[in-house]
Structure formats: C-alpha cells, structure tokens
T-cell receptor, first 113, second 114 residues
C-alpha cells in the first residue's frame, strides 16, 4: 500500500536549472496538491488539481508549473530555479474536498545554490 | 480570504504537563478541520479531524480537539504529554463551498523534555 510517493527525496539545483518533482498516488484520488514548507511559514499551497486535465493555482504558484494527464500522477515543474525556491515540497491527495482527509507524501528537500 | 492562525509558534513542556495549542480560522460557513503532526524528518500525518457532529473529537495518541463554532476555534489538547510528542503540529481548514482547498496554519513546534 504505497499511498503517495514522491521522487526524488533530495535534490540540489544550480540557479537557472530546471527540474520536475514527481508525485504519484495509488488510491484513485481525484484531488492532488503541491505544498511547499518553509520554516515558520507552515505549508503554502502551490497548485492543486481536482481531476485529470484540470489544474488551478494555489497561494504561491509563481515559478512553478503543473500538469495532470492521469489520475495517478501530478508532477511539479520548476523551469528556472531560484534560491527562493529552496524548500521542502510535499505532494498530497484526497478523495474529494468535503469530509475527506488528505494523505501526504514523504517530501522532497530541494536546495537551489 | 480563508486563513488559519496558530498563535503558539514554539512550546516547551516537561513530560506529564498538559498541552493546549490554539487554532483559529476565518470563515463563517461550513468547515472541515484537521490537526496534522510532523515528527522530525518525517511527512505529515493526520492526528484528528472534524467534519460534523460532536464538536469534541478524539484522535490518535491521546490527543483531542474541540470545535467551538462561535469562536472559530479548533484547539488541540492532551492531558499529559510524552517526550515522543516532540514534533511540529499544524492546524488545517477546508472552507467548504468557498475555496475547497486545504489551507494550513504556520505550525507550532512542540518540545517535550523528560
């Protein structure tokens, strides 16, 4: 029972490089989310998706892009990495929005130097 | 806009002390409320949740929380903490019919000393 799986667990990027953070879930959840966690700031929603082919911006979408071609996968793309994107990124999924809980992946620690 | 406030940023307790962490949200409609816990180096895990019904909800590891609608609050409590409760605690709110997104507070870091 894998739940929500994120890869990689750690990554160091140079300024200006690009990368994709992978997220996959095996619970057939419609909703998926990307959050970033910074010390003292809690979790901020970057993007979310309510189903395959549908995505929308969260609180802090600038500098990121997402796609949702399948129910299972919700990759997060950084096109031009900046030091401000140094953070821990969490992917989550839920069955819906009402009366459901979100399940989180193990996180990806990204450092941009 | 929907928001969540956690007033205690860092709490330090001795084992067996009682714990109460505050959480307030800003939305006048129907909400789903959650407390998540993050142990050092780990991902977020659900501690407890409120959807409807009895406003006093019990979660894992002896934690409970009370939903007080008139105060827009969902405070987390535990009568007697243990060293293993050392973690970061996050309150989260889903404002149903508004944003339908799970919004988190800034978290409270709890340190419990033996």
């Amino acid at each position: 029972n894998a739940g929500v799986t994120q890869t990689p667990k750690f990554r160091i990027l140079k300024i200006g490089q690009s990368m994709t953070l992978q997220c996959t879930q095996d619970m057939n959840h419609n909703y998926m989310y990307w959050y970033r966690q910074d010390p003292g700031m809690g979790l901020k929603l970057i993007y979310y998706s309510v189903g395959a082919g549908i995505t929308d911006k969260g609180e802090v979408p600038n500098g990121y892009n997402v796609s949702r071609s399948t129910t299972e996968d919700f990759p997060l793309r950084l096109e031009l990495a900046a030091p401000s994107q140094t953070s821990v990124y969490f992917c989550a999924s839920s069955r819906g929005t009402e009366n459901t809980e979100a399940f989180f992946g193990q996180g990806t620690r990204l450092t941009v130097v | 806009a929907q928001s969540v406030s956690q007033h205690n940023h860092h709490v330090i307790l001795s084992e067996a002390a009682s714990l109460e962490l505050g959480c307030n949200y800003s939305y006048g409609g129907t909400v789903n409320l959650f407390w998540y816990v993050q142990y050092p180096g780990q991902h977020l895990q659900l501690l407890l949740k409120y959807f409807s019904g009895d406003p006093l909800v019990k979660g894992i590891k002896g934690f409970e929380a009370e939903f007080i609608k008139s105060k827009f609050s969902f405070n987390l409590r535990k009568p007697s903490v243990q060293w293993s409760d050392t973690a970061e605690y996050f309150c989260a709110v889903n404002a149903l019919g508004n944003t339908d997104k799970l919004i988190f507070g800034t978290g409270t870091r709890l340190q419990v000393f033996p």
